[in-house]
Each structure stands twice: as structure tokens, then as C-alpha cells.
């Protein structure tokens, strides 16, 4: 209110607003909000990405909502993932595993670090990548050392390893893949399965 | 334009996408359930837990079933929501028939869970505010579906102008109903005034089965004290304030040496 309103606008203002009071007390309909409260768009200002789910072998596109220009002084963030319509494989549906890529991401409860459960063990502890590393391998060395077939029972060169299997993740990629192959066929072993689910 | 959502409970397998793609679309927080010996995610809807896929175990015709249905803000063209709401434009029912909550007018007081025949509005303990399904207003408001909608793979859920959605309902009862499923209809109850989010159901007769109820209805306590006794106490508040006046104006203001102040005369006694 400005210092030279007059009187005459004092008691006009006034008595807009009783009878607006009064208007919302006897119950007289209240104007609709405008959209103003609406929350604005998430990805109104993010840069787009198509990539693949990579999760199952469905293989479902997606579109990767992210916030940020890649400026040198900027961090990408991705604030939101879904389907890509244009995919004609899932039409920009996605199953509750594809719906929650954002987390599996940037998710603060991502394992980060490796957890150790000691053989009858009750308590996870963290365990440095290092100690893992020499741990698996020397499982590893002692079981093959111990399983090794070089020749079977009929004299045939088969060098294989029976007592080693291999699980891998559908959210591997190709290169982790074709080095767990490699790795796989250096050993010998057999028992490969891929988890689609992990 | 009125919008909504048709939820084709037959084609429903369960599989929450929905609800993931609400959590992540409305950004809210992870809470740890505990697992009480069904496929449901969570016990019950929450205030950052806006969507739920019942998993409901019933009876019918002496064997074992289990029906699927989504359980969120049914959008009701008369919302109970808003018919109990005390705090001018905490609720609003948009242009498109959206009932939507806007949270910086909302004064946390809980009346509209008590107006929901639905039971849908959850308070926050932390903002001591009231939240529910949005029908993500901000991403119809440019066009886009609801996500939920979005992401649902069976078709299950359709989104659009509500008269072609009801037309598609009664396409797809009449197909249930050739498929030998003689009770199949769809869930609008007019008790409401209709909802903008509307099933359709394999057994329309016990929507109950579903979690639905059937015969939703503003509470008659809510009606009443937003109807004729909130009139009456307004009657009654400017006839005060208008007694008042006139009482100043016939009579005058209180005369302190007629009626007198013992407490503030001073005594004499010696």
C-alpha cells in the first residue's frame, strides 16, 4: 500500500475484502487455482539419449532425461529414464526393472564398495578391491589345481575344469562379456549361465 | 476436455511397473517395507507412496482367485476431498476434471481424508501436509500421459478423453461378457458423480473383491457441516459482529464511572 492512499481507498479495500470473507464463509464457490501451481515439467530442459535397458534380453529402449550442457565446469545428472515410443519393441512401455533404471544409476544405495561374508559368518564387512582380487584368485587356483581334467577316462584331451562355474549379469556389457568369455575358456570351465535378473 | 484413466483389471498382471514409474517420476523417497506374506509392495498406500497394485485373494465360485487392482486417487467429478476441505484453493478440481492438491495452501488439517469415501489422501508426519496422486498434472498439463500409463507393457492402462474411454469400457465388457465372464461391467459409481479413473472389472456385482467400494458416498457428517451448518455459523458470525455494532451505536461504549473498576479504585482506608 502505498504512504498516499487515501482514505477512500482504504474503506474500498476494506470492503473488498469483507465481502470476499464473507463470499468464502457463506460457502460461495471458490475460483479454480490456475495452473500456476503445477509443478513444472521435469525434463522440460534435459538433453535426450536413446540407449537400451540392460537389463533383460527383451531389450526395451529407453530415453535418458539429463540435466546439465557436458559444459567442462558442469556435472551431468540424469533425472529421469523412460521408454523410447519409437522403439517398436516395447512402444515406451517399460517393466518396473526398466522403470527404475534412474535408480539403478545414481542410486545412493548402490553397492559401492565389495562386501565379504566369511564362510560361517553372520556379519557382511567391506573388503578393499585388492584383498578381493587375491582372495578370488587364490579359490580360484586352489579349485582348479584340485579339478583339472586334462584327459578323460579314455585317454581324450578334453582340459577341462568341472568344479568351477560361472554366473554373469544381463547389466554386463559386451566388452565385460567377451573378457568373461576369454577368462571362461582360459580355465576351462563348462558351467557358464547368464542371470537375467541380476 | 475431461480426462482419464481406464484400468482394464483383466489385462493386469501384476507386475507394479506402474508404481515404479510413479515413485521415480514424482521423485519420492525409498521406505523399507516388511514382507507380510503377500506379492503387494506395500501394506497400503502412503504419503510418498501415491500408487498401489492390491493383490486381492478372494473366492468365487469355490475356487481360489486372484484379482489384481490398482488402488490410487479415483479423480471423482464431486470429490469428498474437496467438499471437506476447510483451506481456500488447497484442492482444486482443474479445467480437465483433475483433482489436484496444491500444497502451499494445504493447513495439513486432515479433513479431506475423512471426506474421501476412497480413503486416499495420506498425511505427511514430516510436512504435516496431505498428499495423493497428482495424475501427474504437471506432465498432462504439455500433453504427455500420466506415468503410470506410460510405462504399463499389457495396455492394461489407457489414458484419454474420458467419453471415448467409456466407450472402450463397454467395448470391453461386451467382449468379456462373450468370453463367458457374465458379470463383467465397469466401476464408475455415481455416488461421486462418476470418477475420472474407471475399471473395468471381470465381476462388476462384487466390486468389494477389488478393494473398491461399492457404493462410495460423501460422508453425510462432511456434507452437513460444509452444507447448511456452515451457512447457519456464518448466519450466526456476521449476526454477532452486526450486533456488536448496533449495540455500540444504540448504546455506546461501556462507561468505566457508571459501572465502576473495584480493582482499580484506590482505598482509603487509614
Not at chain 1, 580360484?140 to 560361472?166: C, P, Q, Y
Not at chain 2, 465381476?203 to 447448511?228: C, F, H, M, S
Not at chain 2, 448496533?246 to 482505598?267: A, L, R, S, W
Amino acid at each position: 500500500m502505498s504512504k498516499n492512499s487515501s482514505r477512500r481507498d482504504f474503506i474500498t479495500r476494506s470492503a473488498a475484502t469483507g465481502a470476499s470473507t464473507a463470499a468464502t464463509l457463506t460457502g460461495a464457490p471458490a475460483e479454480n487455482a490456475s495452473a500456476a501451481h503445477i509443478a513444472p515439467l521435469k525434463t522440460a530442459n534435459t538433453t535426450k539419449y536413446t540407449s537400451i535397458c540392460p537389463y533383460c534380453a527383451v531389450g526395451c529402449s529407453v530415453n535418458i532425461h539429463t540435466l546439465g550442457d557436458k559444459a567442462r565446469n558442469v556435472r551431468s545428472a540424469i533425472v529421469h529414464i523412460e521408454g523410447d515410443p519409437e522403439s517398436p519393441i516395447n512402444r515406451g512401455t517399460l517393466c518396473p526393472k526398466g522403470a527404475s533404471l534412474e535408480e539403478f544409476v545414481q542410486s545412493d544405495r548402490r553397492l559401492t564398495k565389495v562386501r565379504y561374508r566369511a564362510p560361517g559368518a553372520r556379519e557382511w564387512t567391506d573388503l578393499s578391491w585388492e584383498e578381493a582380487f587375491g582372495k578370488m584368485a587364490a579359490r580360484i587356483k586352489a579349485s582348479r589345481d584340485a579339478g583339472f581334467e586334462e584327459k578323460d577316462a579314455e585317454g581324450r584331451t578334453v582340459n577341462r575344469l568341472e568344479n568351477v562355474a560361472m554366473i554373469g549379469g544381463c547389466t554386463d556389457t559386451n566388452e565385460i562379456n567377451y573378457l568373461l568369455g576369454k577368462f571362461r575358456f582360459g580355465l576351462g570351465i563348462l558351467a557358464y549361465e547368464n542371470q537375467s535378473r541380476l | 476436455m475431461i480426462v482419464a484413466k481406464l484400468i482394464d483389471t483383466t489385462l493386469c498382471i501384476g507386475c507394479k511397473a506402474c508404481e515404479v514409474a510413479c515413485q521415480e517420476w514424482n521423485d519420492q523417497e525409498y521406505t523399507l517395507g516388511t514382507f507380510n506374506g503377500s506379492y503387494q509392495t506395500m501394506p497400503d498406500l502412503a504419503h510418498n507412496f501415491w500408487n498401489l497394485i492390491r493383490f486381492n485373494e478372494v473366492e468365487r465360485n469355490g475356487a481360489q482367485s486372484w484379482v489384481m487392482s490398482k488402488y490410487q486417487c479415483m479423480h471423482c467429478a464431486e470429490a469428498g476431498c474437496i467438499a471437506a476441505c476447510p483451506a481456500p484453493g488447497a484442492i482444486t478440481q482443474m479445467a480437465n476434471g483433475t483433482v489436484d492438491f496444491v500444497h502451499e495452501n494445504c493447513i495439513g488439517c486432515g479433513y479431506c481424508i475423512t471426506g474421501c469415501p476412497f480413503d486416499v489422501p495420506r498425511l505427511s508426519p514430516a510436512t504435516k501436509k496431505v498428499y495423493k496422486c497428482s495424475l501427474c498434472s504437471d506432465r498432462t498439463a504439455v500433453g504427455l500421459e500420466p506415468a503410470c500409463i506410460k510405462t504399463c507393457p499389457t495396455n492394461c492402462l489407457t489414458f484419454g478423453e474420458r467419453d471415448e474411454l467409456l466407450r472402450s469400457a463397454e467395448i470391453r465388457t461386451r467382449e468379456l461378457k462373450a468370453d463367458g465372464h457374465a458379470q463383467a461391467g465397469i466401476y464408475n459409481p455415481a455416488g461421486v458423480g462418476g470418477t475420472n479413473v474407471i475399471y473395468v472389472l471381470n465381476d462388476a456385482t462384487q466390486p468389494e473383491q477389488y478393494g473398491l467400494p461399492k457404493d462410495p458416498e460423501i460422508p453425510w457428517t462432511v456434507r452437513l457441516w460444509k452444507g447448511p451448518l456452515k451457512a447457519l455459523g456464518a448466519m450466526v458470525f456476521m449476526g454477532s459482529i452486526l450486533g456488536a455494532f448496533f449495540h455500540y451505536v444504540i448504546f455506546g461504549p461501556q462507561d468505566p464511572e457508571k459501572h465502576g473498576h473495584p480493582e482499580e479504585e484506590p482505598t482509603h482506608e487509614a
